[in-house]
């Protein structure tokens, strides 16, 4: 059974940065893509990146130029950095796995569809 344990959440301020990261070994030579979702109190889920095994990487546009997602191959490691942080920002963020099609479709994909693989997610709060 696949495990992923999400980590590099916590507290900052506007203009703050944080890096989660979530283990990637078990998908590193599959079909999988693996992505960062959030939830906000009272919002729906939404896609926020995603990277699939051919090194392809989609954004929501919330995250453009922002955040950067990305796999450190030596630690087999998810990546997402997110710069310049804002208040709406503040969520549970959560990585997932899924034999995606593109990272695109996993980014957009409808709120309730569900990933194969979730972990039990980070929880990001960013102050004004």
């Known amino acids: 059974q696949v495990q992923l344990v999400e980590s590099g959440g916590g507290s900052v301020q506007t203009g703050g940065s944080l890096r989660l990261s979530c283990p990637a070994s078990a998908f590193t030579y599959s079909n999988y893509c693996m992505g960062w979702f959030r939830r906000a109190p009272g919002k729906e889920r939404e896609g926020v990146a995603a990277l699939c095994s051919d090194g392809s990487t989609s954004y929501a546009d919330s995250a453009k130029g922002r955040f950067t997602i990305s796999r450190d191959n030596a630690k087999n490691v998810l990546n997402l950095q997110m710069n310049s942080l804002k208040p709406e920002d503040t969520a549970m963020y959560y990585c997932?796995?899924?034999?995606?099609?593109?990272?695109?479709?996993?980014?957009?994909?409808?709120?309730?569809?569900?990933?194969?693989?979730w972990g039990q997610g980070t929880l990001v709060i960013v102050s004004s």
């Open positions: 997932a796995a899924h034999p995606a099609p593109s990272p695109s479709w996993m980014v957009f994909v409808p709120s309730n569809y569900g990933m194969e693989f």
